[in-house]
T-cell receptor, first 112, second 115 residues
Framework: DQQVKQNSPSLSVQEGRISILNCDYT??????FLWYKKYPAEGPTFLIS?????DKNEDGRFTVFLNKSAKHLSLHIVPSQPGDSAVYFC???????????FGTGTRLQVTL | GAVVSQHPSRVICKSGTSVKIECRSL??????MFWYRQFPKKSLMLMAT?????????EQGVEKDKFLINHASLTLSTLTVTSAHPEDSSFYIC???????????FGPGTRLTVL
């Protein structure tokens, strides 16, 4: 039972444009959401997080939006850069100190 | 951010042998460490949660006698894959929970190949 889903396995975006990565969840106990960036054969690197008391969190080029009623979150990267090319995982937990449930990942390719 | 190291980064072993993977939090104390496993092109699957000084909590379907976890100190957790078989070949990643902002920080992972 995949409680966190990323329905797009891959996404290609031109440099300078906006990248939008989507994530859906089913467990209503989740109240903390994170996005990680991962390169092959490396551990995930934390990008940005959001608590369920907020609907938006911004950090530089990265913005995460949370729609609790739809159980949906998205990561916006603008402007996209070639160095952003990687696999992006969304993750969710019930509480900030709890175990993470990861989505299946979306491979982002930023082209020149 | 805080740093978590894993050793070894890559290991190849024969079927039937045991392999130990170390996970260390280098600049913070990790009261909780998590062990994940990732198959090629798949998500990270949580295997177990370990708290310093107590027994690990394993996720459903993970054999605790096969994947031995020891959280000996606030900076070290080890995962031992006992009697490894080819199907245990995978990418194992640990994370430590702690630091100034109480976040999870991931190690670089260990690629295990069982021949």
């Amino acid at each position: 039972d995949q409680q966190v889903k990323q329905n797009s396995p891959s996404l290609s975006v031109q440099e300078g444009r906006i990248s939008i990565l989507n994530c859906d969840y089913t467990n209503s106990m989740f109240d903390y959401f994170l996005w990680y960036k991962k390169y092959p054969a490396e551990g995930p690197t934390f990008l940005i997080s959001i608590s369920s008391i907020k609907d938006k969190n911004e950090d530089g080029r990265f913005t995460v939006f949370l729609n609790k009623s739809a159980k949906h979150l998205s990561l916006h990267i603008v402007p996209s850069q070639p160095g952003d090319s990687a696999v992006y995982f969304c993750a969710a937990s019930a509480g900030t100190a709890s175990k993470l449930t990861f989505g299946t990942g979306t491979r982002l390719q930023v082209t020149l | 951010g805080a740093v978590v190291s894993q050793h070894p980064s890559r290991v190849i072993c024969k079927s039937g042998t045991s392999v130990k993977i170390e996970c260390r939090s280098l600049d913070f104390q990790a009261t909780t460490m998590f062990w994940y496993r990732q198959f090629p092109k798949k998500s990270l699957m949580l295997m177990a949660t370990s708290n310093e000084g107590s027994k690990a909590t394993y996720e459903q379907g993970v054999e605790k006698d096969k994947f031995l976890i020891n959280h000996a100190s606030l900076t070290l957790s080890t995962l031992t894959v006992t009697s490894a078989h080819p199907e245990d070949s995978s990418f194992y990643i640990c994370s430590g929970f702690g630091g100034r902002k109480n976040e999870q920080f991931f190690g670089p992972g260990t690629r295990l190949t069982v021949l």
